[in-house]
Nanobody, 121 residues
């Protein structure tokens, strides 16, 4: 299983970006999907998560500005980021808990490679 994140880039403060993360390979089903970020010299932190039912959770800094969604037919999770601030600058990573087959006993945890988001002031 591989997770491929994309959509990062350079944007001015107040702008928007939409991140995507596609899971490929032996994917039978995906439970939790989430976005995390890591700024230089800081620990990786949760941005937002979403489960199969559609329930979501957000970090306080993301509430009202970011929106996470998923398309299970495409094994894809999205992160719409609006009103971006310079402090949102970080590498953004996706994570997914994947069940690899119908006979698999449970889900395995996978991380994407990260996509750089840079917000200029």
């Amino acid at each position: 299983v591989q997770l491929q994140a994309s959509g990062g880039g350079l944007v001015q403060a107040g702008g928007s970006l939409r991140l995507s993360c596609v899971a490929s390979g032996s994917v039978f089903s995906i439970g939790y999907m989430g976005w995390y970020r890591q700024a230089p010299m800081k620990q990786r932190e949760l941005v937002a998560g979403i489960v199969r039912s559609g329930s979501t959770n957000y970090a306080d800094f993301a509430k009202g500005r970011f929106a996470i969604s998923r398309d299970d037919a495409k094994n894809t999770v999205y992160l719409q980021m609006n009103s971006l601030k310079p402090e949102d600058t970080a590498v953004y990573y996706c994570r997914a808990e994947v069940r690899r087959s119908a006979i698999a006993l449970g889900e395995e945890n996978y991380w994407g490679q990260g996509t750089q988001v840079t917000v200029s002031s």
